[in-house]
């Protein structure tokens, strides 16, 4: 089975520094793997997906995410941070049947 | 405006009621699915449909029901069985299921749902 490690559960940034939040997963097979955003009460909408192809992927507000296979990480990355990026991140690797498996996610904290 | 719409926003029961949930998409995705996000668990998936007619228990499926009778729909009910339903309840859709992903899953507003 599926399984994915966000390590960080809280991660405090300036606003206009970089970020890089980690994740790692484990999947027998290829491995399909997204990054989900969160505001708070709100639902999840896809920052960015890796399926195939290039190991650098680029997704909406900014953010890109690299896929490296040797080490089970496919960790999100921003260069420059905005008050409005403060919000829960999710990773999750797809399985069998379509079925999601989701990190315990990283709360992001912006600080002016 | 296509997308998934969930209803209420917010929902307060008493404990032993049944309650349902609702989720209605009309992105015309043929899969649809049910999470519920609890703090510090992520996401946990309880029920999943890949068809009209048709769908599986996921990993916490004990004291919760689906129906999947037309594609748009697939509204979840909670029993009196769910030993701990006050949580946070995401309703997501995907193009297609099983054998032609993978597909990024869109998700709804989400319910929060008290049990007092």
């Known amino acids: 089975a599926q399984s994915v490690t966000q390590p960080d559960i809280h991660i405090t940034v300036s606003e206009g520094a970089s970020l890089e939040l980690r994740c790692n997963y484990s999947?027998?097979?290829?491995?399909?793997l997204f990054w989900y955003v969160q505001s708070p009460g709100q639902g999840l909408q896809l920052l960015l997906k890796?399926?195939?192809?290039?190991?650098l992927v680029q997704g909406i507000k900014g953010f890109e995410a690299e896929f490296k296979r040797s080490q089970s990480s496919f960790n999100l990355r921003k260069p420059s941070v905005h008050w409005s990026d403060a919000a829960e991140y999710f990773c999750?690797?797809?399985?069998?049947?379509?079925?999601?498996?989701f990190g315990t996610g990283t709360r992001l904290a912006v600080r002016p | 405006d296509g997308g998934i719409t969930q209803s209420p926003k917010y929902l307060f029961r008493k404990e032993g009621q049944n309650v349902t949930l609702s989720c209605e998409q009309n992105?015309?995705?043929?899969?649809m699915y049910w999470y519920r996000q609890d703090p510090g668990q992520g996401l946990r998936l309880i029920y999943y449909?890949?068809?009209?007619?048709?769908?599986q228990k996921g990993d916490i499926a004990e004291g919760y029901s689906v129906s999947r009778e037309k594609k748009e729909s697939f509204p979840l009910t909670v029993t009196s069985a769910q030993k701990n339903p006050t949580a946070f309840y995401l309703c997501?859709?995907?193009?297609?299921?099983?054998?032609?992903?993978?597909?990024?899953?869109?998700f709804g507003p989400g319910t929060r749902l008290t049990v007092t």
């Open positions: 999947y027998g097979a290829t491995p399909y």
């Open positions: 449909s890949q068809i009209v007619n048709d769908f």
């Open positions: 997501a859709s995907s193009i297609a299921g099983g054998f032609y992903g993978p597909y990024e899953q869109y």
């Open positions: 992105l015309n995705h043929d899969a």
């Open positions: 999750a690797v797809e399985g069998s049947g379509d079925k999601l498996t």
């Open positions: 890796y399926f195939s192809g290039d190991t």
